[in-house]
């Protein structure tokens, strides 16, 4: 089945250190995006891609970094910079051009401890 | 000035009831407009696409207004499982990057 699939569902993260987070799919879409919902929030973007080797920081890339390397895959780093990285973290997927919608991966929900 | 703004809510209903959200958007150059539903600790998930002429899915009605650069989603006959948070999504011509409202708090109760 085409879709989007992101890993791992739960993390939980010392204070200073670095998680990557994943995010696979296989619709052939060519734009990717990361996402953070905190609680009672809307999303924010963070990253996203419109095409291979190349990403765009988006509202709140501080404390995050991306790459590009294959169309399939657009991993999220979250590093120690990141001061409150506790979040909801969806990636989602678009075609590169046309009026469509985003489709999105499960999210995963990153926890401090 | 938020790009898409939307009242948090709670709007709390009977059943039965009809509701409505606005959302209203910045940016001119809007091209997409779209209505998610997400769930609790879930990802948004598409409810409709919204059109120019207006359109509508069973007891959804979404329409567009350009000129006041606003959307409107209508719920008729709320129903329990209708209990969710409603996203107004819209995208800018070109980059077609979705830009996220707060979302909006329907609760539904007996």
């Known amino acids: 089945d085409g879709g989007i699939t992101q890993s791992p569902k739960y993390l939980f993260r010392k204070e200073g250190q670095n998680v990557t987070l994943s995010c696979e799919q296989n619709l052939n879409h060519d734009a990717m995006y990361w996402y953070r919902q905190d609680p009672g929030q809307g999303l924010r973007l963070i990253y996203y891609s419109q095409i291979v080797n190349d990403f765009q920081k988006g509202d709140i890339a501080e404390g995050y970094s991306v790459s590009r390397e294959k169309k399939e895959s657009f991993p999220l780093t979250v590093t120690s910079a990141q001061k409150n990285p506790t979040a909801f973290y969806l990636c989602a997927t678009t075609p590169r051009t046309g009026h469509t919608e985003a489709f999105f991966g499960q999210g995963t929900r990153l926890t401090v401890v | 000035r938020k790009e898409v703004e939307q009242d948090p809510g709670p709007f709390n209903v009977p059943e039965g009831a009809t509701v409505a959200f606005n959302c209203t958007y910045s940016?001119?150059?809007?091209?997409?407009f779209f209505w998610y539903r997400q769930d609790c600790r879930k990802e948004p998930k598409l409810l409709m696409s919204v059109y120019s002429s207006g359109n509508e899915d069973g007891r959804f009605t979404a329409q567009l207004n350009r000129a006041s650069q606003y959307i409107s989603l209508l719920i008729r006959d709320s129903k329990l499982s209708d209990s969710a948070t409603y996203l107004c999504v819209v995208s800018a011509g070109g980059s077609y990057i979705p830009t996220f409202g707060r979302g909006t708090s329907l609760i539904v109760h007996p």
């Open positions: 940016n001119s150059a809007s091209q997409s």
